[in-house]
């Protein structure tokens, strides 16, 4: 009976003992299980890390590499020029010796000049750091370089790393005052590469070893930067051996951004490495402070185990959930904030496209007519009908051509700032009336009415930009007429209105009863391109420059724009423009000439200097059939000759050309201009180039020329041109 109460206690003691074991055992168990999560959290975070690192090298990096890339071009182009300048500058000494380059390599800021023969042999040079000819020679007589000698439109740039590892920036012309080359040199030092080449260890600064672990950037097998020692000061990373060990066990061991743990020294390292472009990155950080944290949280667990651990492991939990819950909202706004750049991206790029696409069709379309109405004509040479009917549509298909290469400089000039209004004094009434004839041409063949109305002009007489008022027009009636119906009408009303602080306001309205316009449509009628997509029988589908053109035009005569459009029954376009008044004594009076005319130019001596033969061939035809006396100059310099050994006033005018090999036109004028003689101030002298902006206008007055006419130039105004110029003389 004695022996119960023991037995009892003693069942007790083995339960107590077998529950705490039971206890101490899941104690355990959950102790491993959070030790075990604990390591693969904190591994995973790890990885994050390292893979940020690698994103972060391979995106800055190529914002690094356009720097470099524009600096080291921006450099090169000034070599280039350098030594075009000193190539001149020989040519107008009519020398050269070491002295005058050295005083050359002064004045321009560069290490050398060299001065070489056809075969990259030494004539002269100059070098203000000893790297000069002979440093340079191998590589002055590589062919590249030698066909700048036979080819003098040729040059040639290149930056050359010398065995010392600074750099030589040369740039080769062709000598101008003889045969050879002359090289321009920049020498830099490595150093001071270094120090004006953005480079990969910049991008580590922000990274500290504490926070982000040690990173190695390695590329062809050398370190190329790191945070893990400071460079010397020829840049180089001697990486202790430790770390020298760690990366190769990453090598080793490692897949592409998965962390593994690498032995060194005994002692463990997460490490992992990533591929960022031309680069590798080997990121790793000790693991012991990761091993730390597994042995704090097993030891928690271990510890408070029951609720204390509950509310530990729940607000651990909680507060991870609150950190993921961050990172994930980090991803999803850094997700969106790509998402809409690579829409941006892909909008411009599509828009890119889009105009590539549509020049081309519009180009090709016209060429594709020119082309295949010359191949019509060729097959039926004795054919008369044939012949004239093909040279009326390659004329027509040239026209297009021309309106579209015109609205797509337009476009250009207007959005550049590029275009002046030139504001002469007009009659409004008569302006009017020449569009209309020209809409009225145009609507012969759709059979559609023109209707011109403008009583109510108080003041016809205004100055105005005429070539962009009628361009505005035309522009907007033009489409009238081209989008419209068999049988339809274009009504065009010009009329005053209220002034505006005293300057009066001429409206415009262009109203037709064609095809109309979408709503949708409507919402983008000026963007550069758009078109809508419904199309007239027989009508172009135009460029879609038109419109965006004409706005922009009537805002730089500081007037408004409006329309109003309903989809298959018509538009209607209200223009407001301010116009300045005049007296009709102030417009001149024009000169009315048939172009085929044989005595429209009866007489008038013609000095033509042009270079290109077929636009010669063109010019004396046109001016010949109108009873003009032809003379031709090859270039400027001939021009100028021939104009020098002539007598007083022997030519009545001078047709320029611009571009010409040599002198060209604006030279050859000033030195026209400045000859001693009577008629050299006075004689007339008319550009006719393909350089139609206003700053190639301004050029040409600055050189001395009386007038400017933008090719391609019409027969009918060239002689009306030339005509004026007779009828001022006489």
Known sequence: MIDAPDHAAQERGNRSAGAWLLVALLGIALSVVAGMMSYGYTTAQAEQRFADVVDYVATQSLSYDAFNSAYTTKNLIRVMEIA???????????????????QYADQFNVSALIVTDASGNLVSECSTDGVGYESL????????????????LKSYTARITLADDSVADIGCVTRQDGEGIVVAVRHQSAKAVASNTLKLQSLLGGYETIDSGNIVIESDGKVVATNAVEPTILGVFNLPATDVFIVDGIKDRCLPGKVRLVNASGEWYLG??????????????????YF??????????LVLYSGVIAVVV??????????LTDLLQQERDYGDKLAKAAREASSANSAKTEFLRRMSHDLRTPINGIRGMVEVGDANADDLQKQTECRSKIWTASGLLLDLANEALDMSRLESGQIDLNLVPINLVALNCEVRDILERQAEERLVTIICDQQTLDHPYARVSVTHLKRLLLDIAGNAVKYNRQG???????????PADGVPVYEYTIADNGIGMSEEFQQHLYEPFCREEQQVEG??????LGAPIAKQLVELMGGTMSFTSVLGQGTTFTIRLPFEKCKRSEIPQAVRVDAGDGDALQGLRVLLVEDNDLNAEIAQFTLSRAGAVVTHAKDGESAVEMFAASAPHEYDVVLMDIMMPGIDGLEATRRIRALDREDAATAPIIAVSANAFADDRRLSREAGMNAHLSK???????????????????
Do not use: W
């Open 84 to 102: 075009g300048e000193t190539a001149r500058d020989m040519e107008r000494d009519g020398s050269v010796d070491n002295a005058m380059l050295e």
């Open 137 to 152: 020679a191998t590589y002055l007589k590589e062919a590249p370089v030698l066909e700048v000698a036979a080819h003098p």
């Open 292 to 301: 730390e944290v597994v042995a704090a949280v097993a030891a928690g667990v």
């Open 712 to 730: 391609p130039v019409s027969s009918q105004e060239l002689v009306e041109a030339l005509a004026h110029i007779a009828a001022d003389a006489s």
């Open 314 to 323: 729940m607000v651990r939990r909680r507060a991870d959930r609150r950190r």
């Open 272 to 289: 992992t490495f990533g591929k960022a472009r031309g680069f590798y990155v080997y990121t790793y950080a000790s693991a012991r402070r």
């Open 488 to 498: 339809g009408y274009v009504r065009l009303v010009c009329r005053e209105v209220e």
């Open 539 to 544: 009508a172009s589908s135009g460029t879609g």
